[in-house]
């Protein structure tokens, strides 16, 4: 898979073939922080992706850099993904996962305007593991609903075994 760099990230990453050496950058400042943005995106989506050396070279190999800077991002890469990958996993936001689930139809069959009146309703308690708390929410619904948000989400879990969404998946590992 080919990381797909946009025209400003071009121009923000091609500073860093106008620098030489370690000495002074000559470099205004704006110039600086363009470059190490791009940097930054360069190797935080090659990480995050997972992209193979391969696939790393010919991303970078776009950007007309000489072979010794493209094996010098490479490099980096190949050095620092892991802690990368670490470090998004840490910022990533801590979402709440399933427990357990209590469920319950309720049904109203008359009521003092309407004698045969037949409502039904839903009542789901979904318990949930939130940052080591078990935390509790409560959901109403009537069956025609439910019907449908059941439907919603077996055609979601379909299309997750498309040939096209297994790959997407694979990638994000």
Same mark, same amino acid.
């Given at each position: 898979?080919?990381?797909?760099?946009?025209?400003?990230?071009?121009?923000?990453?091609?500073?860093?073939?106008?620098?030489?050496?370690?000495?002074?950058?000559?470099?205004?400042?704006?110039?600086?922080?363009?470059?190490?943005?791009?940097?930054?995106?360069?190797?935080?989506?090659?990480?995050?992706?997972?992209?193979?050396?391969?696939?790393?070279?010919?991303?970078?190999?776009?950007?007309?850099?000489?072979?010794?800077?493209?094996?010098?991002? =490479?490099?980096?890469? @190949?050095?620092? !993904?892991?802690?990368?990958?670490? %470090?998004?996993?840490?910022?990533?936001? /801590? *979402?709440?996962?399933?427990?357990?689930?209590?469920?319950? =139809?309720?049904?109203? @069959?008359?009521? !003092?305007?309407?004698?045969?009146? %037949?409502?039904?309703?839903?009542?789901? /308690? *979904?318990?949930?593991?939130?940052?080591?708390?078990?935390?509790?929410?409560?959901?109403?619904?009537?069956?025609?609903?439910?019907?449908?948000?059941?439907?919603?989400?077996?055609?979601? *879990?379909?299309?997750?075994?498309?040939?096209?969404?297994?790959?997407?998946?694979?990638?994000?590992?």
């Amino acid at each position: 898979m080919l990381l797909v760099l946009s025209e400003e990230q071009k121009a923000h990453l091609g500073c860093l073939s106008r620098v030489g050496g370690a000495g002074k950058l000559n470099a205004g400042v704006d110039t600086v922080q363009h470059g190490v943005e791009g940097l930054m995106y360069l190797l935080t989506e090659s990480s995050k992706l997972m992209i193979s050396e391969m696939d790393f070279q010919d991303s970078i190999h776009v950007l007309g850099f000489s072979d010794d800077l493209n094996k010098l991002l =490479l490099q980096l890469y @190949l050095d620092n !993904r892991k802690e990368i990958r670490s %470090i998004l996993g840490e910022l990533a936001p /801590k *979402l709440p996962s399933y427990h357990s689930l209590e469920w319950r =139809l309720d049904v109203q @069959l008359a009521s !003092r305007s309407l004698r045969q009146q %037949i409502k039904p309703a839903v009542t789901i /308690k *979904l318990h949930l593991n939130e940052n080591e708390d078990l935390t509790t929410q409560v959901l109403q619904t009537d069956p025609s609903t439910l019907l449908h948000l059941i439907q919603q989400l077996e055609q979601a *879990l379909g299309e997750m075994k498309t040939n096209h969404c297994r790959r997407i998946a694979r990638n994000m590992k």
